[in-house]
T-cell receptor, first 113, second 110 residues
Framework: KAGVTQTPRYLIKTRGQQVTLSCSPI?????VSWYQQTPGQGLQFLFE???????NKGNFPGRFSGRQFSNSRSEMNVSTLELGDSALYLC????????????FGNGTRLTVT | EDKVVQSPLSLVVHEGDTVTLNCSYE??????LLWYKQEKKAPTFLFML????IEKKSGRLSSILDKKELFSILNITATQTGDSAIYLC??????????FGKGTKLTVNP
């Protein structure tokens, strides 16, 4: 079974630009969550999608948004990029909600210059 | 606000040593405690604990949860250089989202 696939692996953007990250969950998994990982803050929850609906949202500004498609694939968008948005963005899928274990992708490393 | 705190933040040991990593949590309507290992990129799932006092074991790794004292430990016996990684602890509760600690960076020297 293929794991969680995230594209692209690396991105370099300049301040003010916007970026879209993509995540394909494990086949059959219906819940997709996004996390931002930085050395200082660790893994911070961005949002969770289930059945194409955002079910949970972390404490991030409105510049961070996402969506989920009918095939469970998800995209995350960050607009008006800031230097502080440089981080590893991890997507994770799970079979269902309710704490079935998350399975993570390898992440997208975003660098904002 | 839900919180998960791991200690120590980093640890350096020699091959063959036994290590204990700690995780304390404050999670509203707590349901589960999860451990992950992160080497280069993707955190990989190790254990999920929901009941107090029951040890989960996989080879040289084991973990136990204490719901009364709100903590969990991850034990690694006979450490190997391949155990070098960041170990992440996460708590899940009524909000349905996992809250992660900042991790313990374990370095095992030959």
């Amino acid at each position: 079974k293929a794991g969680v696939t995230q594209t692209p692996r690396y991105l370099i953007k300049t301040r003010g630009q916007q970026v879209t990250l993509s995540c394909s969950p494990i086949s059959g998994h219906r819940s997709v969550s996004w996390y931002q990982q930085t050395p200082g803050q660790g893994l911070q929850f961005l949002f969770e999608y289930f059945s194409e609906t955002q079910r949970n949202k972390g404490n991030f500004p409105g510049r961070f948004s996402g969506r989920q498609f009918s095939n469970s694939r998800s995209e995350m968008n960050v607009s008006t990029l800031e230097l502080g948005d440089s981080a590893l963005y991890l997507c994770a899928s799970s079979l269902d909600r309710g704490h079935s274990p998350l399975h993570f992708g390898n992440g997208t490393r975003l660098t904002v210059t | 606000e839900d919180k998960v705190v791991q200690s120590p933040l980093s640890l350096v040991v020699h091959e063959g040593d036994t290590v204990t990593l700690n995780c304390s949590y404050e999670v509203t309507n707590f349901r589960s405690l999860l451990w992950y290992k992160q080497e280069k990129k993707a955190p990989t799932f190790l254990f999920m604990l929901t009941s107090s006092g029951i040890e989960k074991k996989s080879g040289r790794l084991s973990s136990i949860l204490d719901k009364k004292e709100l903590f969990s430990i991850l034990n690694i016996t006979a450490t190997q250089t391949g155990d070098s990684a960041i170990y992440l602890c996460a708590g899940g509760g009524g909000s349905e989202k996992l809250v992660f600690g900042k991790g313990t960076k374990l370095t095992v020297n030959p």
